[in-house]
């Protein structure tokens, strides 16, 4: 196997970009899905955001940078404009801001406000904890849930909105967008798409699929940061329209004019409440440009390679696949379910192969493209094997709960 992965890694056109990350020896990083690694050019981009722009610009920043560049203030709206071709989407219906959940609850918000009159929310049993606590949240809201089967059938005129993640955190298992989209607009519903598993790693096509709404994350296969801002598409055709409740000053459409009464901005900019971490966005906004330097046509064919190539390093393994077996049907990563799977995890990580582990019982790999050799898919299959034969995960050292899993 070791001999196939070099000869896949020296045909691979995408190799080189790994040198632009900064990984530690020793480690097979299969959690990018998680946390994305370092980008080398982020650690430069924030010592001269923290030297030059702050520590000498100032306030004078936000309008205009030490040496030039792009200013502070439109950070949200140039970082969204770099995601939008990522996902599909016009650069001027994408804005970066604020966590995934604080901008779920702004766009579950703004569905309402779409469609008056009607107050169910839709979505599937065991979606990612914060998709639905949001919609819990909501005091005007009543949650439907519907397993996949029973999705379509679920949709019916009380459906205000239809809140799905694209890409399952725990399974990989991928949604139909653009069945879903057109089946939820055939009952008068919005569609709101968590795209978090999906942006950087696997084709999406927001306004091919005629989404409405859509969220994603910063800090995993876009490589923004730990607790890097997330990103929200407001379909054009509703940027008349919508309203959100997070109504902060940076929404306004004259933020600095200091009124009492609030108006908001023209499109998406309406989604902004406060002040923008500029720190992190600099860094997402690094994450986000190495990304789509490397093209996400070249990312996903090495994605499924790479997945691909474990599948067939583990198949004699005593492994349950969790994910779909057509890696068009599937995100970037690979899901096993296995009794064990905790002190599986940590025995991996223990090797230096880190992955992560989903309650109860899934060993969850994650494959991000942009950096991973076919190499380090032949050796963490080979330790996986070795864990797995040896019984090593059974020491007691391997079942003890850390806090983050
Ligand atoms: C990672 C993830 C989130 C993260 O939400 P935060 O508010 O940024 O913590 C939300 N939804 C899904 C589906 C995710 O995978």
């Given at each position: 196997m070791m001999q196939r992965a070099r000869d896949l890694d020296a045909a691979d056109?995408?190799?080189?970009?790994?040198?632009?990350f900064d990984l530690p020896e020793g480690v097979i990083y299969l959690d990018g899905n998680s946390l994305g690694p370092l980008p080398k050019a982020s650690r430069e981009r924030l010592h001269r955001v923290i030297?030059?722009?702050?520590?000498?610009?100032?306030?004078r920043s936000w309008n205009e940078l030490p040496g030039g560049g792009?200013?502070?203030?439109?950070m949200p709206q140039r970082v969204g404009a770099r995601i939008a071709p990522l996902v599909g989407?016009?650069?001027?219906e994408v804005i970066a801001c604020d966590s995934v959940s604080v901008n779920l609850a702004k766009l579950i918000g703004a569905a309402l406000s779409l469609n008056p009159g009607r107050n169910v929310v839709l979505s599937e049993p065991g979606n990612f904890p914060t998709d639905l606590y949001m919609i819990q949240g909501q005091p005007q809201v009543e949650q439907r849930l519907a397993g996949r089967d029973e999705m379509i059938e679920a949709l019916?005129?009380?459906?205000?909105l239809l809140l799905l993640?694209?890409?399952?955190?725990?399974?990989g298992e991928m949604f139909d967008m653009e069945r879903l989209t057109k089946a939820a607009h055939d009952v008068g519903a919005i569609v709101l798409w968590d795209l978090s598993h999906s942006g950087g790693a696997v084709p999406v096509d927001l306004n091919g699929a005629n989404a409405d709404l859509a969220v994603g994350c910063?800090?995993?296969?876009?490589?923004?940061?730990?607790?890097a801002p997330a990103y929200a598409f407001v379909a054009e055709r509703h940027h008349g329209d919508f309203s959100q409740p997070l109504t902060g000053w940076f929404g306004?459409?004259?933020?600095?004019?200091?009124?009492d009464e609030y108006e908001p901005a023209e499109?998406?900019?309406?989604?902004l409440a406060g002040t923008p971490p500029v720190l992190a966005m600099a860094a997402l906004e690094s994450g986000v440009e190495l990304i789509a330097e490397i093209g996400m046509e070249a990312l996903v064919a090495k994605s499924r390679a790479l997945s691909e190539f474990f599948r067939e390093c583990v198949a004699g393994l005593d492994l349950d696949l969790?994910?779909?077996?057509?890696?068009?049907?599937?995100?970037s990563q690979l899901s096993f379910r296995h009794e064990n799977a905790y002190a599986l995890s940590q025995a991996l990580i223990a090797r230096g192969v880190i992955g992560d582990f989903r309650d109860p019982d899934i060993l969850r790999l994650g494959?991000?493209?942009?950096?991973?050799?076919f190499a380090d898919i032949a050796e963490a299959a080979r330790h996986l094997a070795e864990v797995l034969e040896t019984g090593?995960?059974?020491?007691?050292?391997?079942s003890t709960r850390a806090a983050v899993t």
């Open positions: 056109a995408i190799a080189h970009f790994r040198d632009r030297d030059a722009e702050w520590g000498e610009g100032l306030i792009g200013d502070w203030i439109a989407a016009q650069a001027h019916d005129e009380s459906v205000a993640t694209h890409v399952h955190y725990k399974t910063g800090y995993k296969y876009l490589n923004g940061g730990p607790g306004h459409a004259q933020p600095f004019a200091f009124s499109g998406v900019k309406r989604l969790v994910s779909p077996r057509e890696p068009a049907q599937r995100g494959f991000a493209p942009a950096y991973l050799r090593e995960w059974e020491r007691d050292e391997y």
